[in-house]
């Protein structure tokens, strides 16, 4: 079963415009992470939050996690038509506090950034 | 090319038939990962090896589904009596070892059974 569902399943933005793509999950966590994949590709790593982390930065990329709430948010800041992919969330859940890197992933949002 | 490979890209073939698919993890990385994806849907975990000990299987993993990592190196995933439902992308996933770390892809095997 899916753990992670991502919120929109689709999203459409034009080049420039901010794209927020949101996660939620249903066990604790040892860490989150988002993924990109384009067409019929392999998945790319893009960013991984802790449990025990808040935010997190990288480049044009900032994912939040809120364990209370058991979701996640990844915003993508001025977008750029080579943005376009499907991201997904994938939770590496925490048991006992040992992490075997067993990723379970949402089903995806589809992010396409228009020229 | 330092990254994790997968062979062949593309499979297609009979129900019935056996398939077999290869995963070259990147060269110092312990641990390795087996995902199937359908169309439109996230990777789903299959199986995975730390070094050549096969620690955990998914459900999703049948007893037509069998896989190996001999010698701790590249990984094979065998299919037998194919099925049309298994038409999906495999996907091989490595790692080092360690609490929260990245999982790097390969390009996946997409299967086709007719």
């Known amino acids: 079963s899916q753990q992670g569902e991502e919120d929109p399943q689709a999203l459409s933005i034009q080049e420039g415009e901010n794209a927020t793509m949101n996660c939620s999950y249903k066990?604790?966590?040892?860490?989150l992470q988002w993924y990109r994949q384009n067409s019929g590709r392999g998945l790319v790593h893009l960013i991984l939050i802790r449990s025990n982390e808040r935010e997190k930065h990288s480049g044009r990329l900032r994912v939040t996690l809120d364990t209370s709430k058991k979701s996640s948010s990844l915003l993508i800041t001025a977008s750029r038509a080579a943005d376009t992919a499907s991201y997904f969330c994938?939770?590496?859940?925490?048991?006992?506090?040992?992490?075997?890197?067993?990723?379970?992933f949402g089903q995806g949002t589809i992010l396409t950034v228009h020229p | 090319d330092t990254g994790v490979s997968q062979n062949p890209r593309h499979k297609i073939t009979k129900r019935g038939q056996n398939v077999t698919f290869r995963c070259d993890p990147i060269?110092?990385?312990?641990?390795l990962y087996w995902y199937r994806q359908t169309l439109g849907q996230g990777p789903e975990f299959l199986t995975y090896f730390q070094n050549e000990a096969q620690l955990e299987k998914s459900r999703l993993l049948s007893d037509r589904f069998s896989a190996e990592r001999p010698k701790g190196s590249f990984s094979t995933l065998e299919i037998q009596r194919t099925e049309q439902g298994d038409s999906a992308m495999y996907l091989c996933?490595?790692?080092?070892?360690?609490?929260?770390?990245?999982?790097?892809f390969g390009p996946g095997t997409r299967l086709t059974v007719l």
């Open positions: 994938a939770t590496d859940e925490n048991a006992g506090g040992t992490s075997y890197g067993k990723l379970t």
């Open positions: 060269s110092e990385h312990n641990r």
């Open positions: 066990t604790s966590i040892n860490n």
């Open positions: 996933a490595s790692s080092p070892v360690g609490t929260a770390v990245e999982e790097y």
